[in-house]
C-alpha cells in the first residue's frame, strides 16, 4: 500500500517536471479543479517586463493530477497550442494598441488546431485513444489509424457536443459556422 502510494508520488513529480519543461511560458498546475473537468488553459495578459511597449500572454495550464503516459503528452501539446495561440495575439499587439483580430482565435479555430496536435502526437506515440462522445454513445478516437479527412471529421464532431468539455472556460459546442467566443473577448475593440 504504502510503496504503491510512493511510486504514484514519484510518477506525478517525474510528471510535473517534463510538463514544466514542455511549456515554459506558463504557469502549469496540477490539480482537480472539480467533478472531471478536464485540461484546461486560462488566459490573461499582461504589460511585459521586458519592453514596457509590449504585452504578454499570461497563460496558467491545470491538468488533472492522475494523467500519465501518452494521455498526458497529448495533453501537453494540446494545451500548449493554446498557449502559443494566445502568445501569438498578445505578442503582435502594437505599442499602440492595435491588433491582429484575426490571431484572436475563435473556440472553435484554437480547438481545431489543438485537437490536430493532439491527434499527432497520439499517432507518432503509436496509441489510440478515446475523447468525449461523438455519435450515439460512441468516443471520438485520436491518435494511431485515424487519417486524413477522418482527423477533421471526428474534431468536429467532438466540438460540436457541448458535454464533450467540462472546465472554467465556455464549453464545447462550436462549429465553423458558430465558432463560439474569441481568445481575448475583452480585447475585441481597438483602445
Ligand atoms: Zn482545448
Excluded: W
Excluded at 504503491?4 to 517525474?14: P, V
Excluded at 496558467?60 to 501569438?88: I, M, N, R
Excluded at 454513445?137 to 482527423?151: D, K, L, S
Aim: hydrophobic residues 35%; glycine residues 8%; charged residues 15%.
Amino acid at each position: 500500500m504504502r510503496s504503491a502510494t510512493s511510486k504514484l508520488l514519484r510518477e506525478r513529480e517525474q510528471n510535473r517536471k517534463r510538463v514544466d519543461s514542455l511549456l515554459l511560458d506558463a504557469t502549469v498546475k496540477f490539480r482537480d479543479p472539480g467533478n472531471g473537468h478536464d485540461p484546461d488553459t486560462e488566459h490573461s495578459v499582461r504589460m511585459n517586463p521586458n519592453d514596457p511597449n509590449r504585452y504578454q500572454a499570461l497563460e496558467t495550464v491545470t491538468f488533472k493530477p492522475g494523467l500519465s503516459g501518452s494521455a498526458l503528452d497529448a495533453a501537453v501539446g494540446h494545451e500548449g497550442s493554446h498557449v502559443a495561440d494566445a502568445q501569438d495575439f498578445v505578442n503582435a499587439i502594437s505599442p499602440t494598441g492595435a491588433m491582429d483580430q484575426s490571431k484572436n482565435l475563435t473556440a472553435y479555430q484554437t480547438e481545431l488546431r489543438a485537437y490536430m496536435v493532439t491527434q499527432s502526437i497520439l499517432a507518432s506515440e503509436n496509441v489510440k485513444l478515446p475523447y468525449g462522445n461523438c455519435a450515439m454513445g460512441t468516443p471520438c478516437m485520436f491518435g494511431a489509424g485515424i487519417m486524413g479527412a477522418q482527423v477533421t471529421q471526428t474534431i468536429n464532431q467532438l466540438l460540436a457536443n457541448p458535454a464533450n468539455r467540462y472546465g472554467t472556460a465556455p464549453n464545447y459546442g462550436v462549429t465553423p459556422a458558430n465558432p463560439g467566443p474569441v481568445l481575448y473577448p475583452i480585447l475585441t475593440t481597438p483602445h
